[in-house]
């Protein structure tokens, strides 16, 4: 019986078989062995049809990607065999539905998904069931276990989720019975996607209220902070646009309430002239930013990191900024609870940068059970005399808000300390200096903080960021390739600090852009010396084995 | 001493009908203040424009927003905190061009905010171009030979979109103005107060206005006679066109809950925290 480094199991067919439940419900069956999870949905921008698959990898040491190379593939359609016959471990099994060719697939396991399908309510939709009783069938799990798991599993009509997966059981424990016995291991029980940790690490941060217009990949964090969002005790709003998204929110904030908002790199466009009325007004907004490959509508459903400079650079105008990108699902959830409280001290806005590829993955992690730490705002609740944007030393003015018996006014336009208009120059430039001595703030803050991750002690220097930080880090673990990766989480300000130990060392940039946006900022923040970029961008996260082979090229 | 003003420089030009909309709202402020308003409670939102100056000359909390968005803006205030009473000022170009979907939404969904709209029919402060209330044939410098478009009817559009409380009025009339705006601010529900604004030096429409104004005296009661209303040319009526009463956006969303002031505390967040992955 076999037991691989990691396990990866691969369930494609069309939209509407259940493809991604099947997905997730095969990462708690890892999960329920105590093994380490990672499960990446690839699906279209379609509600029938066309080709979705989930890749499930496991394995008894934390994992941080999902793998190309499957064990076992179940394809439920005719496209998933053809797709996914390339797609399979030395050792691996293609189990196929055969009532969905016309003829036998070589070396394949043929089983009559469909067929034992029929007769059931909704049977395409239960095809995904099916894909699981193959799983626990090849990995040695017993009729009565299988039972159970379904039933807890699939509980929406669980009487006929359980005969029909018994059913297929029955069939696939004889042709490809426990090939396969998986080592139990010692994860955390938790998983999450990345869209889910940042929606509770904002709460952890202090969130009050989440305001969104669907955009995928982040809708997931509006539909997972909605769903909870009485039981979290927090207000979800979905308004008609995303100009209203980032004006509600910001009016909200001016009022006391912690806001955030999310979307996509359309979305956040939309948002663009609100966020630099945000870094005028000194009103603190978190906003997520999860990237799909774009320039505009691109590729919805798929990865990209194409939004770097965009991020870095959102609003007209000079203001300070926060920038960061999380490395890991467990990294997105403290990340969204310490961006929170770095807009409130620092009454700015910050933008949380992430893609699909951590958005939508779903991985085991650890949640501390304290609350993450932050700086707390500089609030002003005296009954004395007030000026929203009072001069001040680190350019911070304390915050008061309505009602109060002071006037507090917050605006758009250039102000004296009180927050009334002026086009006098001596107060053009103080107000100009004031916002620059923050962002100076900033950085003095994000200086006595960790801001850059480190992974590995010797070998060449690897520089990545966000989810890609993830595949590397699985490339490198997968082939033994010695190496040090170097991983800003901020991103603006940048911390250059951490790169003075590296000044003219030679370094591979590993990103998913075209135009290599990381490898420049480096060039232009720090003095390491770029001589290679590994770069995807094809909308597919990498697959670590094929990364740890570029890797090994460059290095 | 004039309590309700600020240190700002008044900035209109002579005869501008601001100055009667200034006037009508310190006396509004002033009547709900007898009325046990607090005016602590009173919160305020502009766009941009001449209109949009009123916000540095009132002596009151609020947000001077961006072109278009006083009305999101003041959607999110009240929302954060349903105690507070948020009165958004707009200009015909921020409510009825830039911001029309705000508009057209905190109607939908009966936002509980004021918006006082500024029709003077022109972009003032960008030197008279034409606007979506702007009659056809208009001369600006963005339409030399004048505008092609007929205007909107702003007021038929709020109702279409189901408005709680529409009014229109007229500076010149201020203590009616006055009483518009304080009703408009006492009704739970979106209110929406349009006020026919003469601009001095890009669209002087006084006399126009003296002639036809026409004072309103019955509040409509069925839809289509506020329709009728809003629509009828021979006279401009003023007055409030539709009044009726309907469950507020934020009691709909929130019930008695004050976001900005019941914040979930720490040791509640660690618990729901634990509870959900422990």
């Known amino acids: 019986m076999k037991d691989p480094r990691h396990f990866t199991f691969l369930v494609g067919g069309e939209a509407g078989h259940g493809v991604r439940t099947a997905g997730t419900i095969a990462g708690d069956y890892f999960g329920e062995l105590g093994r380490y999870v990672f499960q990446m ?16 990898s496991s394995a008894t040491h934390p994992i941080f990607s999902q793998y190309a190379k499957a064990d076992l593939v179940v394809a439920l359609d005719a496209r998933s065999v053809e797709l996914h016959r390339e797609h399979l471990c030395p050792e691996g099994v293609l189990v196929y539905n055969i009532d969905a060719l016309k003829e036998g697939v070589a070396d394949c396991i043929g089983l009559p998904l469909s067929e034992l399908a029929k007769g059931l309510s909704h049977a395409d939709l239960r095809l995904g069931v099916g894909s699981i009783a193959v799983l626990a069938a090849a990995t040695g799990m017993n009729r009565a276990a299988l039972a159970d798991f379904i039933g807890r599993k699939y509980v929406r009509d669980s009487e006929n989720n359980v005969a029909y997966a018994l059913s297929v059981y029955d069939v696939a424990v004889e042709r490809l019975g426990s090939q396969w016995q998986l080592g139990k291991g010692d994860a955390p029980p938790t998983m999450l996607t990345g869209n889910e940790a940042i929606g509770i690490g904002a709460y952890a941060g ?152 951590l958005s939508e993955s779903r991985m085991t992690v650890s949640i501390p059970s304290e609350l993450p730490s932050g700086p707390s705002p500089a609030i002003d609740d005296s009954e004395g005399e007030y000026g929203r944007y009072a001069d001040s030393e680190n350019g911070i003015s304390p915050m008061r ?42 950085i003095a803050y994000l200086r006595a903080h960790a801001c850059t991750n480190r992974f590995g002690e010797s070998g060449p220097v690897v520089v990545t960021y966000g989810s890609t930080t993830m595949s590397v880090r699985e490339a490198l673990s997968v082939s033994g390739l010695e190496a040090r990766v170097v991983q800003p989480v901020y991103l603006e300000p940048f911390p250059e600090w951490d790169f003075e130990d590296l000044a003219g060392e030679e370094v591979v940039v590993v990103e998913q852009s075209c135009d290599a946006q990381l490898a420049t900022l480096l060039r232009r923040r720090t003095s390491v010396k770029v001589v290679a970029s590994v770069l995807q961008y094809d909308g597919r996260p990498f697959d670590p084995e094929e990364l740890a082979v570029r890797l090994k090229e460059v290095l | 001493m004039d309590d309700l003003a600020t240190y700002a420089e008044n ?24 009325a046990g308003v607090k005016r602590q409670d009173i919160a305020i939102t502009a766009g941009i424009g001449c209109h949009a100056k009123i916000f540095d000359y ?3 909390s609020g947000f001077y927003s961006i072109h278009g968005r006083s009305m999101a803006t003041a959607q999110g205030m009240k929302l954060a905190n349903p105690r507070m009473k948020v009165i958004a000022f707009a200009g015909d170009g921020d409510a009825y061009g830039e911001g029309i979907a705000h508009m057209v939404f905190a109607a939908k969904r009966n936002a509980d905010i004021t918006v006082i709209v500024h029709n003077n029919g022109t972009y003032g402060l960008t030197t008279g171009q034409y606007t979506p209330t702007s009659v056809k044939g208009f001369r600006g410098p963005s339409t030399p030979q004048g505008s092609v478009e007929d205007p909107f009817n702003p007021l038929a559009l709020m109702l279409s979109a189901g408005a709680t ?97 019941t914040r979930a505390s720490a040791a509640r967040r660690r618990k729901v925290i634990a509870d959900l992955f422990g």
């Open chain 1, 401 to 442: 808000f309505a009602p109060s018996a002071a006037t507090i006014k917050w605006t758009s336009y250039e102000h004296d300390g009180n927050g009334i208009t002026t086009e006098d120059p001596a107060w053009i430039s103080l107000m100009q200096e004031k916002r620059r001595r923050k962002r100076e703030s900033v």
């Open chain 1, 206 to 357: 202090g969130l009050d209220m989440y305001f969104a217009y669907p955009m995928t990949p982040a809708s997931s964090v509006l539909h997972f902070l909605a769903a909870h969002a009485s039981e979290l005790g927090i207000t979800v709003v979905h308004p008609e646009s995303e100009i209203a998204v980032m004006n509600m929110a910001i009016g909200a904030a001016s009022v006391g309430a912690r806001t955030a908002v999310g979307s996509s790199g359309g979305g956040v466009a939309l948002m663009e002239e609100a966020m630099s009325l945000a870094g005028m007004s000194e009103t603190p907004v978190l906003c997520i930013l999860s990237s799909r490959p774009g320039p505009s509508t691109g590729v919805p459903t798929y990865t990209a990191q194409g939004d770097l400079g965009f991020a870095l650079n959102q609003g007209h105008g000079e203001f300070p900024r926060i920038v960061a990108s999380p490395g890991t699902v467990e990294e997105a959830y403290r990340l969204a609870a310490e961006l929170l409280s770095l807009s409130w001290a620092f009454q700015s806005p910050s933008i949380l940068l992430t893609e699909k590829h």
């Open chain 2, 165 to 261: 409380f529409v009014a229109r009025g007229y500076p010149v009339r201020l203590d009616h103005l006055s009483d518009l705006f304080a009703r408009a601010i006492l009704h739970e529900g979106f209110s929406v107060v349009d006020v026919l604004q003469p601009c001095v030096t890009f669209n002087n429409t006084y006399q126009r206005y003296n002639e036809s104004v026409t004072e309103l005296e019955v509040v409509p009661e069925a839809f289509e006679d506020s329709m009728a209303a809003a629509r009828r040319t021979d006279h401009l009526l003023i007055g409030v066109l539709r009044h009726v009463s309907s469950s507020p956006y934020h009691r709909e969303l929130l019930g008695d809950v004050v976001p900005a002031d």
């Open chain 2, 11 to 34: 900035t209109w030009c002579p005869g501008c009908g601001n100055f009667g909309i200034l006037n009508a709202f310190k006396k509004a402020v002033r009547r709900l203040e007898t």
């Open chain 2, 58 to 60: 009132l002596n009151l």
């Open chain 1, 41 to 56: 949905d690839d699906y279209q921008s379609l509600i029938r049809g066309g080709h979705n698959f989930a890749a499930v």
